[in-house]
Every structure is written in structure tokens, then in C-alpha cells.
């Protein structure tokens, strides 16, 4: 059974930083495509970023490129995004998956979910 268990969201002032992390158990991180997603109040799940079972793909939206950090630890079997200088639109629910199909920037891509976790920039 896949479970992903996510971590460090929180509350951050704009201009700030956040690491999630997103750390799985039943499946290796490492021969999988995994991918991050951000539900705002209100809108659709929209992709931030995406990691490949190789360490070669790395892709981000628009909006998280040059900000965000996508990296895995394949020896913890754990996927991170680094969040830096923060502004309050990238306030919302944070989500890792783990793709099992492609384009992997649509959320109905990926089978496995975490909880989420809540991430709220103050400006």
C-alpha cells in the first residue's frame, strides 16, 4: 500500500522560505515520476513541479521557476520543494503524488497522494 506522509508547511511572511517534505512508503521515490501541486482556496489543483525517476526531468511552472527547488533523497525515499521568497498567491494546500502516466503536469497523471499540507504567506 502507498502512502505518502507530507511535512513543513506552515505560516511564512512574504519574502520567506519553506521546505516540504514528502516522504513515501510502498513504492521507491526513486523509480517513480513525482510531482507537487498546489490547490489554492477556491481554484483547481495546478502543478508546480515535477521530478523524474531519472534525476534528469526537473520541471516547474512558470510561477515556481527560479523560486522553488524540486530534489529527492532516494536513501530516505523522500521527495522535497524548497519555496523561496514566498508572496501570499502561493498560499494554499501543497500536495506530492507520484505519477503513473503522463503529462505529468496534469493532476489526473498521478494515482498516489499525499494529505497535503497547508502553506500561508502573510504579507
Known amino acids: 500500500q502507498v502512502q505518502l506522509v507530507q511535512s513543513g508547511g506552515g505560516l511564512v511572511q512574504a519574502g520567506g522560505s519553506l521546505r516540504l517534505s514528502c516522504a513515501a512508503s510502498?513504492?521507491?521515490?526513486?523509480?517513480?515520476?513525482m510531482g507537487w501541486f498546489r490547490q489554492s482556496r477556491g481554484k483547481e489543483r495546478e502543478f508546480v513541479a515535477v521530478?523524474?525517476?531519472?534525476?534528469?526531468?526537473?520541471l516547474y511552472s512558470a510561477s515556481a521557476k527560479g523560486r522553488f527547488t524540486v530534489s529527492r533523497d532516494n536513501a530516505k525515499n523522500t521527495v522535497f520543494l524548497q519555496m523561496n521568497s514566498l508572496q501570499p498567491e502561493y498560499t494554499g494546500v501543497y500536495y506530492c503524488?507520484?505519477?503513473?502516466?503522463?503529462?505529468?503536469?496534469?493532476?489526473?497523471?498521478?494515482?498516489?497522494w499525499g494529505p497535503g499540507t497547508q502553506v500561508t504567506v502573510s504579507s
Open positions: 510502498g513504492l521507491k521515490v526513486s523509480k517513480y515520476v
Open positions: 521530478i523524474g525517476w531519472s534525476g534528469g526531468t526537473i
Open positions: 503524488a507520484a505519477a503513473s502516466t503522463y503529462p505529468y503536469h496534469y493532476a489526473a497523471s498521478y494515482a498516489s
